[in-house]
């Protein structure tokens, strides 16, 4: 039987086991939207705004490791998912991207709601494509998926034009691709797992630092096993946390210009760094001249143009970070050498002394709401359990060094964009991918405010997410900023005339809550989280003063870091405008 | 340093501004950009001078190898290779110039390819630098227009790009 372009696509999605796609519907749409109607085996979820359907694809993607899966019409619809697909390539997301385009005979013409949208995504997606014959809609679907989601994983595009979804042909699914252009590797060379052993089982100053890449490629339980059988230390970047267990004593923290001491100290002291699944970015290596200056480094990545891409590499091992870490651990059980445990013990001894700064003391004696707090409170009582979203700025770096992630894929949040306005609807993905377990997005004032549309959404398919807003009042990332490098000239960072966002709440049909002190702190959220049924908005009021500690500034090292001024460094005058 | 990377991909559309993309949004060098269709009517092959420190270069083939699109690409400058430009100059040929100028172009194996009463059409095929030898020298008479193709190239020897 002949199936419409529009039926197929939907058929294409079934066939791939894609249970909720999020979306928009608009003109250039409206025959897959109809297609979509006569089904129900793909739930369709209906955003507020094409860019809260993309977040929420990919905080669904993250959350589960399956392709997130985005309907939009032509025009603004796949305009507006830009910054959507931008977040989740940076942050090598599996997403597949459905835009509808305008009828081919129209492409050109500048028609109504016309835009190109291969074009216009082609510098932030993996791939993308234009479907211009219907003969090959089903093959670029199934092309989609599997681009999407191997190798490094991304976002992928395809545009479909209106006629093209009315056409009809007979409909089959491909049972595999095979594209002569593109095959990840997966295997790492033995000669250069070899070489990394050796270098391994050398190493004085040794430190393990992973990234999203681990979790991306589902090898969290096998990097605590080499973390384990080595006892090295190990240290996560900002994507990573949750892949190597938070309250694990080899784990040292995250690293970066807001990760701790200690796992800053180490990765400048270290003489033996392996790097797995992580990029070597800016706001994680700080000053690249002054960056692990006495580091031999391995690094495994499944993209090779990650590797030696910012720093040079003694060790490159392209391939799958899981089967890659199986064979180290092979190679290293059938070496009869073993780690130097005196020289290991003399680092541990440093690593301990940095430790013992507690660089992540705050004061808690505080008559305001310290943010910090929440978020502890947040661990305790979720404990350390909840799928954790996140927006952009402080509330952001604090959930990340305060919230002890003992598995993967529970904290999500923009880590390589930087997007605001990412936690609630990516929470929302979280959310239905994980119905009965807690999901909280940690959010600021400014940040919510971007994407505040999608409290309709979550009222619509009944979500119970749990937003903590940390209300300061302020751009709390960009003051932080002026505070420390212009002087204080808080340009533009001050939120002026916000929202009751208590009133906000409840006008969307939620419960809203606002909580102005320290000791409400935790009733507050223990009510919130013992309801599974409705989304709660707690507004916490919290100190307009606090920074986030420690700190690498730009141009400076790992080992320059600022520590909180309560913690010996220069006291710094502290007041706002 | 220079560099010519030959590359084979899929004969797309799209194709091509995926590469000049890439280079643009991470702000590579192109010299010069060739491509056309092979004699596989489903690739087809560009030529590509480019230039920079050793880490950049490696980064381009990396990034270019990354490309869906791109089935295989090869670093010519890696061994020895052929490199060929064709160029097509129009100048001033009147009274004594007419003569000097076919001097010119015979000297450098070129070839008149259009003549009327005050201009010659000239071809030339060559690396780069005998097309800017040519251009240099032909100054004696006035120069109307230049058309370079941009660089091709092939390795020597049993070296070759192909599936």
């Not at chain 1, 109809?34 to 993309?54: F, M, N, P, T, W």
């Not at chain 1, 702190?521 to 989304?535: Q, S």
Request: net charge negative.
């Amino acid at each position: 039987m002949e199936l419409t372009g529009a039926d197929i696509v939907i058929r294409c999605l079934q066939d791939e086991g894609i249970e909720y796609i999020f979306g928009y519907p608009g003109g250039a749409a409206l025959h897959i939207y109809d297609a979509l109607y006569k089904q129900d085996k793909v739930k369709h979820i209906l955003a507020r705004h094409e860019q809260g359907a993309s977040h929420a694809a990919d905080g669904y993607a993250r959350a589960t490791g399956q392709p997130g899966v985005v309907l939009v019409t032509s025009g603004p619809g796949v305009t507006n998912t830009i910054t959507g697909i931008a977040t989740a390539y940076m942050d090598s997301i599996p997403m597949v991207i459905l835009s509808a385009q305008v009828p081919t005979h129209l492409i050109g013409d500048d028609a109504f709601q016309e835009v190109d949208a291969v074009g216009v995504s082609r510098p932030c997606v993996k791939h993308n494509f234009l479907v211009k014959d219907i003969r090959d809609l089903a093959s670029t679907m199934k092309k989609a998926f599997h681009i999407a989601n191997t190798g490094r994983p991304g976002p992928v595009l395809v545009d479909v034009p209106k006629d093209i979804t009315a056409q009809t042909i007979e409909y089959e699914y491909p049972k595999s691709v095979s594209m002569r252009s593109y095959a990840p590797v997966i295997k790492g060379h033995p000669k250069q797992i070899k070489r990394a052993v050796e270098l391994l089982l050398n190493a004085k100053r040794p430190i393990i630092y992973s990234g999203g890449g681990v979790i991306h490629a589902h090898a969290h339980d096998e990097l605590t096993e080499l973390v384990r059988q080595l006892g090295f230390p190990c240290t996560n970047t900002l994507m990573g946390l949750g892949a190597y267990p938070s309250k694990d004593p080899l784990f040292i923290g995250m690293l970066g210009m807001h990760g701790t001491y200690e796992a800053n100290m180490a990765m400048h002291d270290c003489d033996v760094m392996l790097a797995i699944g992580a990029r070597f970015d800016d706001r994680v290596t700080g000053e690249l001249t002054k960056f692990s200056p006495h580091a031999k480094i391995i690094h495994i990545d499944v993209d090779p143009a990650s590797i030696g891409k910012n720093v040079p590499v003694e060790v490159p091992i392209v391939g799958d970070a899981r089967t890659v870490i199986n064979d180290l651990i092979r190679v290293l059980k059938s070496s009869s050498k073993k780690p130097d445990e005196a020289e290991l013990a003399k680092w541990w001894k440093q690593i301990h002394e940095w430790q013992s700064v507690n660089c992540l003391a705050y004061n808690r004696e505080s008559d305001v709401i310290k943010p910090q707090f929440v978020i502890q409170k947040l661990d305790e009582i979720t404990g350390g359990d909840a799928f954790v979203t996140s927006d952009v700025g402080q509330h952001q770096m604090w959930a990340a060094q305060y919230y002890q992630f003992s598995q993967p894929r529970r904290w999500i949040n923009s880590g390589g964009l930087g997007t605001m306005g990412f936690g609630l609807p990516a929470a929302m993905g979280v959310q239905l991918a994980h119905p009965d377990t807690s999901v909280a997005c940690v959010t600021g004032e400014a940040s919510i405010i971007m994407c505040i549309q999608e409290l309709s959404t979550c009222k619509q398919y009944d979500l119970p997410i749990k937003v903590i807003n940390l209300n300061n009042r302020y751009m709390g990332m960009v003051r932080q900023w002026q505070e420390f490098f212009y002087d204080r000239r808080y340009s533009h960072s001050y939120m002026d005339a916000l929202p009751d966002f208590v009133a906000l709440a409840e006008s969307f049909g939620h419960v809203g809550m606002q909580i102005e002190k320290p000791g409400d702190v935790e009733g507050a959220l223990k009510e919130a989280f013992a309801d599974r049924k409705r989304l709660y908005f707690m507004d916490f009021i919290t100190d307009q003063t606090e920074n986030v500690y420690p700190m690498i500034a730009a141009g400076k090292g790992h080992n320059e870091m600022h520590l909180s001024p309560g913690l010996g460094d220069e006291p710094v005058e502290r007041e706002l405008a | 340093m220079r560099r010519i990377i030959s590359i084979l991909l899929e004969n797309e559309a799209g194709a091509l501004s995926r590469v000049a993309g890439l280079f643009s949004a991470r702000g590579y060098n192109i010299e010069s950009l060739t491509v056309a269709p092979t004699e596989d009517e489903t690739l087809s092959r560009m030529t590509l001078v480019t230039s920079g420190s050793d880490a950049i270069i490696e980064q381009i083939t990396k990034q270019l190898n990354k490309l869906v699109e791109v089935v295989k690409l090869m670093d010519l400058t890696d061994g020895p290779h052929i490199e060929r430009e064709l160029m097509l100059v129009k100048v001033k040929a009147v009274n004594g110039a007419r003569e000097e100028v076919k001097r010119l172009v015979d000297i450098f194996r070129g070839r008149i390819i259009d003549v009327t009463d005050a201009t010659y059409t000239i071809e030339l095929t060559g690396p780069g630098d005998k097309l800017d030898a040519f251009v240099d020298a032909i100054s004696v008479t006035e120069i109307i227009e230049v058309v370079r193709s941009g660089m091709s190239g092939i390795a020597r020897g049993d070296r070759a790009l192909n599936l």
